[in-house]
């Protein structure tokens, strides 16, 4: 099966402020990804060409590179994921950007249920988390008003699959 996946968010801030934060991606100063709420993106060596980790049970080794402006990853797990995904920052103007996510990828047949009903739902609603916290970075509300930026609200499936994923670590873990 063929699969795209597209995420893209603007932001009202220029490209050099932007790409600034990106280059925190993956480093023990992570501002963009949703550790609180996802498995880490780690890797091992940090983030450069050739490089393998990934998040959870998804892995990946860096195919492409430019700090703060773009990563490519090409998939290794799941099994029959055959394809890539990256990140992007771009300039629209002086002083607003772009970000965005893609995935491309042809799936094998078991893959493509495991896309279909798990890996999207979750996927989706961690790029929306990450793509979040980019949003509060820039953010000019008073502390006592964080409440009040904006949070991507899970749908009933995605509670479920998470829900389902933390009770199977946790027996995994402990047993």
Known sequence: ??????????????????????????????????????????????????????????????????????IKFKFSKPVGFNGTHELNVSAISEVTTEISHNITMNTTCKASLLWIFVIRWLHDALIEDAFDNVEHHFSDLPAEKVGEKKNTNYNFWVICLRGYYKRNVIKTKTA
């Not at 699969?3 to 963009?32: G, M």
């Not at 490089?51 to 049970?57: A, D, E, L, S, T």
């Open 1 to 70: 099966m063929r699969v795209t996946n597209n995420h893209k968010r603007i932001i009202q801030q220029p490209v050099e402020k932007v790409s600034q934060l990106f280059k925190t991606l993956a480093t023990t100063e992570d501002q963009i990804w949703p550790s609180q709420h996802w498995p880490a993106m780690r890797f091992k060596e940090g983030l450069k060409i050739g490089n393998k980790g990934g998040h959870g049970r998804i892995r990946y080794t860096i195919i492409g590179f430019e700090a703060g402006h773009h």
